[in-house]
């Protein structure tokens, strides 16, 4: 006799007859919550929070000032990255990351979330003097309220400026004054910062591709050589890439590339704490 099981069956369901009933049930719940939202606000059972926005009289300048400090910086913060971007190392470094990759072939590696915070840390590294020389001459004494803030704004530009002149080639920043018209400076003092930071920025581009250059060739020779290998033992089908990965992996690593890379770069900007 065949076996009956005493417990009523349960009716079981897979693939897209479960996700089907599952969203009916979620949809159930959802339209039956929002029916009772009305019925329970007006019970005083649920508070709902209110937003007010008024403009009164302030009493104190002191909070006035404080909002308005409060509103720059957050303008400072949001202009923080394109601030890192144009008027300190890092152009300079992320480009030169750029044909290490391209010229290794590795394709996507290192990642991009790895090279940019590379490149982040050694700008930070790079930077160092430039920020400890505005913290003593604009940040202390504004915090002191030994300066106003026009004055702290002022003397923390300075220390950017000479870093940016010390990188700047004369004949980019000549192109950018020309263009904008204005008359031939005596001194930095004279060079509006409106054509120094995008002389600046095409300077850094030029060192950045020239070291890129430099770095493009011991692998360029490698991809010959192998290439030249290749052709001669009538491997035509077979990419040149493929066999000369290897061979350039195991070159960079032999001349220890990363320490030999970030050193060079590093050294490309001088020494910035004779600066100031």
Do not use: C
């Not at 002389?199 to 192998?226: C, H, N, Q, R, W």
Request: hydrophobic share 55%; glycine share 6%.
């Amino acid at each position: 006799m065949p076996h009956s099981d005493p417990q009523p069956s349960l009716v079981k369901l897979s693939g897209p007859s479960t996700i089907i009933v599952l969203t009916m049930i979620l949809t159930g719940i959802f339209w039956v919550g929002l029916g009772a939202a009305p019925a329970l606000a007006q019970g005083n059972m649920v508070p709902i929070p209110t937003v007010t926005l008024s403009l009164d009289q302030a009493d104190d300048t002191g909070r006035v000032a404080t909002v308005i400090n409060v509103m720059f910086l957050l303008t400072i913060l949001a202009l923080a990255p394109s601030i890192l971007v144009m008027m300190t190392s890092f152009v300079r470094i992320i480009v030169v990351f750029g044909f290490l990759r391209q010229a290794m072939g590795t394709q996507q590696i290192p990642p991009n979330q790895i090279i940019i915070s590379l490149a982040l840390f050694m700008t930070f590294f790079i930077m160092m003097p430039v920020w400890t020389a505005i913290e003593s001459r604009a940040y202390k004494p504004f915090m002191a309220n030994e300066i106003t803030q026009r004055e702290a704004l002022e003397r923390a530009s300075e220390p950017v400026r000479e870093f940016m002149f010390h990188q700047t080639r004369e004949q980019d920043l000549a192109l950018f004054m020309r263009i904008a018209g204005d008359p031939k400076p005596f001194d930095k003092n004279q060079v509006p910062t409106l054509s120094l930071i995008p002389a600046f920025i095409i300077s850094e581009l030029k060192t950045a591709f020239t070291i890129g250059f430099l770095l493009y060739m011991p692998f360029l020779i490698i991809d010959m050589v192998v290439a030249s290998v290749l052709l001669s033992m009538g491997m035509m089908m077979l990419p040149p890439v493929m066999i000369s990965l290897p061979f350039k992996l195991m070159l960079f690593v032999l001349v220890d590339g990363w320490n030999l890379l970030t050193g060079s770069i590093i050294k490309s900007f001088g020494d910035l704490a004779s600066l100031f």
